[in-house]
């Protein structure tokens, strides 16, 4: 069973709970995201697979995932990016925002950036492909409306200054 810190307001951790009472009751947890950039300075984008519980088939950061009790974002970022790709790299710390989600459900989210050009060996389990994208790229798939992950559009429009 998924075990996660509990964090307050503050980003503060108060417990620990199951990925499902998380999830059932609504308690603020901690999201760690690895965005992967190229010497183009394009983002590399993954398109979840179709078995992903929530979004499948839809872009969303490099690598992602819950930070696990006991466990730092950083050392989270670090397992789930070589869980997804394959890969072990260096990263670097970018931010840290507070996203509340359609149903209210605050998470803190941390974001790390990784150089790199490639190739990635993806889980097909949880990842369907990896692509490079330019800014301008991604913000015409945003504007097509393809499906992006709401913590990839939170970040896009936040730090990158996408449009609503």
Same mark, same amino acid.
């Given at each position: 069973?998924?075990?996660?810190?509990? @964090?307050?307001?503050?980003?503060?951790?108060?417990?620990?709970?199951?990925?499902?009472?998380?999830?059932?009751?609504?308690?603020?947890?901690?999201?760690?995201?690895?965005?992967?950039?190229?010497?183009?300075?394009?983002?590399?984008?993954?398109?979840?697979?179709?078995?992903?519980?929530?979004?499948?088939?839809?872009? @969303?950061?490099?690598?992602?995932?819950?930070?696990?009790?006991?466990?730092?974002?950083?050392?989270?970022?670090?397992?789930?990016?070589?869980?997804?790709?394959?890969?072990?790299?260096?990263?670097?710390?970018?931010?840290?925002?507070?996203?509340?989600?359609?149903?209210?459900?605050?998470?803190?989210?941390?974001?790390?950036?990784?150089?790199?050009?490639?190739?990635?060996?993806?889980?097909?389990?949880?990842?369907?492909?990896?692509?490079?994208?330019?800014?301008?790229?991604?913000?015409?798939?945003?504007?097509?409306?393809?499906?992006?992950?709401?913590?990839?559009?939170?970040?896009?429009?936040?730090?990158?200054?996408?449009?609503?």
């Amino acid at each position: 069973m998924e075990m996660m810190d509990v @964090v307050n307001e503050k980003d503060e951790i108060v417990g620990v709970a199951s990925r499902d009472d998380v999830y059932e009751k609504l308690l603020t947890h901690r999201i760690a995201h690895v965005l992967v950039f190229n010497r183009k300075g394009e983002l590399a984008l993954q398109l979840q697979g179709a078995k992903k519980r929530f979004c499948p088939l839809h872009w @969303v950061s490099t690598a992602a995932g819950h930070v696990d009790a006991g466990e730092t974002a950083e050392q989270a970022a670090l397992r789930e990016f070589f869980e997804e790709t394959g890969v072990r790299l260096p990263i670097k710390f970018l931010y840290k925002d507070l996203f509340v989600d359609h149903r209210g459900m605050s998470k803190f989210l941390y974001f790390y950036r990784a150089d790199y050009e490639g190739p990635f060996n993806v889980n097909p389990e949880e990842v369907a492909k990896v692509e490079f994208f330019s800014m301008e790229e991604i913000r015409e798939m945003v504007r097509r409306g393809e499906k992006f992950h709401p913590q990839l559009l939170f970040l896009l429009r936040k730090r990158f200054g996408f449009e609503q």
